[in-house]
């Protein structure tokens, strides 16, 4: 089993940062890609970025890159997500996820990842 267990959401002004950490525990292994999701209100679940355990590459979509850093502490066994110039549509909850090597290093589907977080409130005012 792995589990994970975000942490790090609040209530902020729109401009400010966010750290979010996702502390895992189990066999998550070098091929393992750790992903970040969120879900706004009312909306799916959507990709935001990963990072390899291997390398530590990363990738990010499209509305967060440049804003957003996902780092690593192998002893730790930590995930965070930087949010930097946080907007109001950032809001909603956050999730990290894990999923197994045999999907490539891209994942982008919620499909792909096998173990989720119970997820850790970002809300971004005006």
């Known amino acids: 089993q792995v589990q994970l267990v975000e942490s790090g959401g609040g209530l902020v002004q729109a401009g400010a940062s966010l750290r979010l950490s996702c502390a895992t525990s189990?066999?998550?292994?070098?091929?393992?890609?750790m992903g970040w999701f969120r879900q706004a209100p009312g909306k799916e679940r959507e990709f935001v970025g990963l990072?390899?355990?291997?390398?530590?590459?990363?990738y990010y979509v499209d509305s967060v890159k440049g804003r957003f850093a996902i780092s690593r502490d192998n002893a730790e066994k930590t995930v965070y997500l930087q949010m930097n110039s946080l907007k109001p549509e950032d809001t909603g909850v956050y999730y990290c996820?894990?999923?197994?090597?045999?999907?490539?290093?891209?994942?982008?589907?919620?499909?792909?990842?096998?173990?989720w977080g119970q997820g850790t409130q970002v809300t971004v005012s005006s």
């Open positions: 990072i390899n355990w291997s390398g530590g590459a990363t």
């Open positions: 189990g066999r998550t292994g070098s091929t393992y890609n």
């Open positions: 996820a894990a999923s197994p090597g045999y999907y490539g290093p891209r994942v982008y589907s919620p499909h792909e990842y096998q173990y």
